[in-house]
Nanobody, 117 residues
């Protein structure tokens, strides 16, 4: 059973930085695609950033140039470095792991990020 545990959320002032971490269990982390999503009450969960098994990355337009996703396959962790945070970045951030063959998806429990002065 795969488990994903996020950490690193909290309260930060506008312009500040946070680094989220997601630790995965299981033995085949390196072949999975990892992603960070976020959700605010009343809205759909949206993709923030993704990273493939080969290290390819993609970002939502709203975070390009401010957020960086990375992964450490040896530690089975994925990270989201968030800089120049804005109040509109406030959300619960979720980690997602995807395997293609067979298709399986797993979610973490989420971590709250609040950007406020």
């Amino acid at each position: 059973q795969v488990q994903l545990v996020e950490s690193g959320g909290g309260l930060v002032q506008p312009g500040g930085s946070l680094r989220l971490s997601c630790a995965a269990s299981g033995s085949i982390f390196s072949i999975s695609t990892m992603g960070w999503y976020r959700q605010v009450p009343g809205n759909q969960r949206e993709l923030v950033a993704g990273i493939t098994s080969g290290g390819g990355t993609n970002y939502a337009d709203s975070v390009k140039g401010r957020f960086t996703i990375s992964r450490d396959n040896a530690k089975k962790q994925v990270y989201l470095q968030m800089n120049s945070l804005k109040p509109e970045d406030t959300a619960v951030y979720y980690c997602k792991q995807t395997f293609q063959f067979p298709k399986q998806e797993y979610w973490g429990q989420g971590t709250q990020v609040t950007v406020s002065s």
